[in-house]
């Protein structure tokens, strides 16, 4: 028998929810069959099957909260395998230790301890086969990564794993087909120097027991307070501020509109705001970048993550590259991902990785804010509304259309300078967007 363990689907899920069962016990499966659905704290998402067999018995029940990763959730009959004489009833989830790199992993023992040999100068896929079937099966490897490795003609002995007891999974094969070397398991981060803030409870602050209602936190909230906890505490940020006169801004978009019409294409502010700072990011791409132990990482993209609100939380897809497309295509990109966001159908790749983010509020009317950093990074956007403000134009005083924005950098990677380059920059393209186009 195998064990089906709840995946980690995002690098910080923790547990998740057992949505729905897409298959019942004595069904048969095979690789690539969507066999359960998965809610995180960001989405729902389709979990496929790496393995073949027939499902021996259902672990978990659909509907099942906080199953914890790595926890097994079903077990599976290999091919010639007797069925068990009693199926184990529905249970809790177990926790256990998560694995890494996002897969659905089945609990394989660990290998038979083997005399170590010095891998051959060069060596491949085909001397791997050349060297025996037996050999490679001893590998503690998933059956994805299996099938990678013989698919791009890697040596399963020369490659190092990162999942539990060492076994090799996608991710190790990923890394090795790029050259990049595996990343091993990461050990436990240090403890903090200083002790984590006991919270007090309502009644211990004077609070009435009876006077209000609990609203459990759920896995998005938890997730937000953790994160938006550890960037507030950790990074040193400092805000920005600026005023920009957005008149010409708008008179561009209604013009781009009428031109897009035939598309059924709108172009929003927050399109242009997006198209603006990635620009700015290219033209200053000292801003975007991220903080990390062995330095300052530089990207090659500006990979734009817009803040989307939910029912109980935030999330922010990405538009990848947002520096290279056009206006039309980030509005339908922008579009898109906002309502699968709202769905929570978006895939965790469309929601992770981001250089810069995009936080606006001016729909609700908000002047100004400043918003805490989306860590790795260097720096968030708040966008204000805009509004009707006296402005002085020489010795004149005129009313024109003004909007605020804050940028919020992460000082070990922004300085004053390059913050207020960055800022300069964006002003003048969303104050004449025609200059996004040189």
């Known amino acids: 028998m195998t064990d089906i363990l709840m995946p980690a689907l995002s690098p910080t899920m923790e547990e998740g929810t057992l949505a729905k069962w897409h298959v019942k016990v004595g069904d048969a499966i095979h690789a690539g069959d969507v066999i359960a659905e998965i809610e995180t704290d960001k989405a729902t998402m389709e979990v ?221 502010v927050n399109d242009l705001v997006i198209k603006a700072a990635a620009t700015a990011l290219r033209r200053v791409p000292e801003a975007n970048a991220s903080y990390t132990p062995d330095g300052i990482a530089m990207h090659h993209h500006a990979d734009i993550a817009m803040a989307v609100a939910l029912e109980h939380g935030l999330i922010t897809p990405i538009i990848r590259a947002a520096e290279t497309k056009g206006l039309a295509q980030i509005a339908a990109e922008a579009k898109d991902l906002a309502a699968r966001a709202r769905a929570k159908k978006l895939k965790p790749e469309e929601f992770q990785g981001g250089t810069f983010t995009v936080s606006n509020l001016g729909m609700f009317g908000i002047r100004s804010f400043a918003s805490i950093i989306n860590e790795p990074q260097g720096a968030i956007l708040s966008v204000g509304a805009g509004e009707k403000r006296p402005v002085v134009r020489g010795d004149q005083l005129a009313v024109a259309t003004v909007m605020t924005v804050t940028l919020t950098c992460d000082h070990r990677v922004l300085d004053g300078s390059i913050g207020s380059a960055f800022l300069t920059a964006f002003r003048a393209m969303i104050e004449d967007p025609a200059t996004m186009l040189v």
């Open 48 to 268: 496929e099957a790496v393995d073949e067999g027939v499902v021996e018995s259902i672990l978990i029940a659909e509907g099942t909260e906080g199953v914890k990763v790595n926890a097994p959730i079903a077990t599976l009959r290999g091919e010639g395998e007797a069925p068990a004489k009693d199926s184990p009833p529905l249970a809790a989830a177990r926790p256990v230790p998560a694995p890494r790199g996002g897969e659905l992993e089945t609990k394989a023992p660990p290998p038979p301890a083997q005399p170590e040999s010095p891998p051959r100068a060069g060596g491949t896929g085909g001397e791997a086969a050349r060297g025996g079937k037996s050999d490679m099966a001893r590998i503690p490897a998933s059956p994805l990564a299996r099938r990678l490795a013989t698919q791009r003609g890697l040596n399963l002995a020369e490659i190092a794993g990162s999942g539990p007891h060492g076994r090799i999974i996608r991710r190790d094969v990923e890394a090795a087909v790029g050259g990049a070397p595996s990343a091993k398991a990461p050990s436990a981060a240090p403890q903090s120097a200083v002790a984590p803030r006991q919270v007090q409870s309502l009644e211990q602050m004077g609070i009435a027991p009876g006077s209000y209602d609990l609203v459990p936190l759920d896995g998005m909230k938890k997730t937000v307070a953790r994160r938006m906890t550890d960037s507030f505490r950790d990074v040193p940020h400092f805000p920005l501020t600026i005023d920009i006169e957005i008149d010409r801004l708008l008179e561009a978009r209604t013009r781009i509109n009428a031109m897009l019409e035939k598309d059924g294409v709108k172009v929003s």
